[in-house]
């Protein structure tokens, strides 16, 4: 069965510093992959998605996430983090049949930012 | 703002009662997928429904149940409530076209007492 480990639970950096989240995913081949944001009291939003081509995908807010097939990883990146940033991050896979849509989600990391 | 809504916000229901939690996708998606995310966790997939039949589930069992209206909106059932399946109810909502994008609601929180 798939699944997908986010190692880190709980994340705090400054505000203006570099972002690195990790994803890594089991999966029996090479799935679709998802970064979702979520704010408190608020769904889920999507940040960038990886389907096949390019394996660095860029997103929205500045977010890039590069997915790396050797390592089972698809870690997401920003280069400067804004207080806003400060969420629920979320990383995902899909099987290939069924359009993407049926997803498998990590536990999530939580990001604070300090300012 | 996805343009998917879900209603209730917020439920409290005592055990073993039934709960009918609702969605509105958004226009024109012909496929709705419902997830349940307990408190500190990732949401789980319960099922989607595709033009009104389900279309795959989850390990969730028979008393989750859901049903997709051609109005776009959609239902999740959930009989014999359990304290368990308190937690965050999200809908989201798609084309089932390859690559296509899910777009989420806001959920509904339900509480089981």
């Known amino acids: 069965a798939q699944s997908v480990t986010q190692p880190d639970i709980h994340i705090t950096v400054s505000e203006g510093a570099s972002l690195e989240l990790r994803c890594n995913y089991s999966?029996?081949?090479?799935?679709?992959l998802f970064w979702y944001v979520q704010s408190p009291g608020q769904g889920l939003q999507l940040l960038l998605k990886y389907f096949s081509g390019d394996t660095l995908v860029q997103g929205i807010k500045g977010f890039e996430a590069e997915f790396k097939r050797s390592q089972s990883s698809f870690n997401l990146r920003k280069p400067s983090v804004h207080w806003s940033d400060a969420a629920e991050y979320f990383c995902a896979v899909a099987p290939l049949t069924g359009g993407g849509n049926k997803l498998t989600f990590g536990t999530g990391t939580q990001l604070k930012v300090e300012l | 703002e996805t343009g998917v809504t879900q209603s209730p916000t917020h439920l409290i229901k005592t055990r073993g009662q039934q709960v009918t939690l609702r969605c509105s996708s958004q226009?024109?998606?012909?496929?709705v997928s419902w997830y349940q995310q307990a408190l500190g966790q990732g949401p789980q997939f319960i099922f989607q429904y595709y033009r009104e039949e389900e279309n795959g589930r989850g390990n969730f069992p028979p008393r989750f149940s859901g049903l997709q209206f051609p109005n776009y909106s959609s239902e999740l059932n959930v009989n014999a409530l359990e304290l368990d399946d308190s937690a965050l109810y999200l809908c989201?909502?798609?084309?089932?076209?390859?690559?296509?994008?899910?777009?989420f609601g806001p959920g509904t929180r339900l509480l089981v007492l």
């Open positions: 999966y029996g081949a090479t799935p679709y």
């Open positions: 989201a909502s798609s084309l089932v076209r390859q690559q296509e994008t899910q777009y």
């Open positions: 226009s024109g998606h012909n496929t």
